[in-house]
């Protein structure tokens, strides 16, 4: 069995600073990638940031390049995204997944998704 638990959301002002966490139970966290995805009001789901499970492939798309920054810390089973000089377009609920693959330089999401914290960016 696996399971994601996420903390670390919040409200905060534009330009400010939120670090998300996501812990894994099971053996299974360090054999696999990890990936960050956000949902916004009315909007599709997307992919943040993905991580593998060495560290050796890292990528975040371009919205939010330069300003997060995912990370992962195996020995503690948990991956986490720093997110700096956030802006309101950020607001979204914010979820981990677990068991991503890559083909290539192209990346899919896996079988195991946590249950999201939300992040609110206003004055």
């Known amino acids: 069995q696996v399971q994601l638990v996420e903390s670390g959301g919040g409200l905060v002002p534009p330009g400010g600073s939120l670090r998300l966490s996501c812990t894994a139970s099971g053996s299974i966290f360090r054999l696999n990638a990890i990936s960050w995805h956000r949902q916004a009001p009315g909007k599709q789901r997307e992919l943040v940031a993905d991580?593998?499970?060495?560290?050796?492939?890292?990528n975040h798309i371009e919205s939010v390049r330069g300003r997060f920054t995912i990370s992962r810390d195996n020995a503690k089973n948990t991956a986490y995204l720093q997110m700096n000089s956030l802006r309101p377009e950020d607001t979204a609920v914010y979820y981990c997944?677990?068991?991503?693959?890559?083909?290539?330089?192209?990346?899919?999401?896996?079988?195991?998704w946590g249950q999201g914290t939300r992040v609110t960016v206003s004055s």
């Open positions: 997944n677990l068991g991503g693959t890559y083909s290539g330089s192209s990346y899919r999401d896996g079988g195991y």
């Open positions: 991580i593998s499970r060495d560290s050796l492939i890292i």
